[in-house]
């Protein structure tokens, strides 16, 4: 499992958490590494307690970079566990500030377009 977060700056640390994230994983990584000023978003995973839908990209903006991760990992073809966290910090780490820009841009035009649907998926 990873965790990662991102601003309108840019990307923030990326995590390899081994096994399943608990609460207890969760805090730490929030009290030791977020900045204090940051507002972050969560989804709807059960220890976050937020009522957003799970992998979403209709309002999860950092599933649009998860599938950049993921598009990295699959042309890189990974051959073991190692290699495949390579891959995906590199890809983490190539994440301009520009691509950030626009997604949280995007954040009005997708709740927009989530209401005007009446909740169900949209072009996000």
């Known amino acids: 499992m ?10 923030g640390p990326i995590y390899r958490i081994p096994g399943i994230m608990d609460q207890f994983a969760y805090v730490k990584i929030l009290e ?16 976050h307690t937020s009522k957003r839908p799970v992998q979403s ?3 999860n903006p950092i599933e649009n970079l998860r599938g950049d991760i993921k598009n990295a990992v699959s042309e890189a073809k ?3 566990v190692n290699e495949l966290w390579n891959v995906v910090k590199e890809s983490w780490s190539g994440i301009t500030a520009e691509r ?3 997604l949280v841009d995007s954040m009005p035009h997708r709740c927009e377009a989530v209401i005007k649907n009446c909740g169900h ?3 996000y």
């Open 100 to 102: 950030c820009h626009k």
């Open 2 to 11: 990873i965790w990662a977060c991102f601003s309108y700056y840019g990307v």
């Open 121 to 123: 998926t949209t072009k």
């Open 32 to 47: 030791e590494d977020m900045p204090l000023k940051w507002v972050f978003q969560q989804d709807n995973d059960p220890k």
């Open 57 to 59: 990209p209709d309002l």
């Open 78 to 80: 990974p051959r073991n």
